[in-house]
């Protein structure tokens, strides 16, 4: 079960249920203009008086179409989700949302004061060439990196630890197409959410 949650993360791929890679398809959600009602306020104000109701109906639909408009915008994008490829050790994150491909696109950052769930203590470009090794071997390669960095940022060797840790690794295309190769390591307390950082935790 931890070996699981070990390896795969949404996006990019996370090591157990979780994929971190190159998620290139992220496009952001066009706005659509509400026309029509603007029209037909128009039209209906031409007959009593053309001109004015003309001028005056544009200046009172605009504001309806302000509101609407930025009410799609917090909803379209979360202002705490973050690119997955802008994470930096020291980042903290709540629980993440895959891709339907199991990948990871965006992470929702938080500030590390305020509970959270995860907390990334380790970024490293694994070796390889031009050619993906496999998500096997990429997940072991970026698993051995997670352990040997835990007690440097813990403070205590991960088997005797209580905390876990969980990997965001590239994936085929991305490490075949767009050179990615950073491997991330995210440290997390299996009792629950923690607020601050874990560095030098000894727990």
Same mark, same amino acid.
């Given at each position: ?44 104000? $031409?007959? %009593?008086?053309?001109?004015?109701? +003309?001028?005056?109906?544009? /200046? !009172?639909? =605009?504001? &309806? @179409? ?39 696109? $965006?992470? %929702?950052?938080?500030?590390?004061? +305020?509970?959270?769930?995860? /907390? !990334?203590? =380790?970024? &490293? @470009? ?55 190769? =950073? ?21």
């Amino acid at each position: 079960m931890l070996s699981e949650s070990r390896r795969l993360l949404p996006g990019r791929i996370v090591l157990g249920t979780f994929a971190a890679g190159a998620a290139l398809s992220l496009s952001a959600c066009g706005q659509l203009p509400l026309l029509p009602p603007a029209l037909s306020g128009d039209s209906a104000d $031409e007959s %009593p008086s053309p001109e004015p109701a +003309e001028e005056e109906s544009p /200046e !009172v639909e =605009e504001p &309806t @179409d302000d509101p609407a408009g930025t009410e799609e915008l917090p909803d379209e994008v979360d202002p705490d989700d973050t690119d997955v490829f802008t994470l930096r050790v020291g980042d903290c994150l709540d629980e993440m949302d895959s891709n339907p491909d199991e990948t990871v696109s $965006e992470v %929702p950052k938080v500030d590390c004061e +305020e509970p959270h769930d995860f /907390e !990334v203590y =380790e970024a &490293t @470009d694994l070796d390889g060439d031009s050619t993906f090794p496999g998500e096997e071997e990429v997940a072991e390669l970026a698993d051995e990196m997670c352990v040997d960095a835990f007690e440097g940022f813990v403070g205590m060797e991960w088997e005797e630890s209580t905390l876990e840790y969980t990997t965001l690794f590239p994936t085929a295309e991305g490490w075949e197409d767009h050179n990615d190769r =950073e491997a991330l390591c995210l440290v997390f307390d299996p009792a629950g959410q923690t607020e601050g950082t874990l560095d030098n935790a000894r727990f």
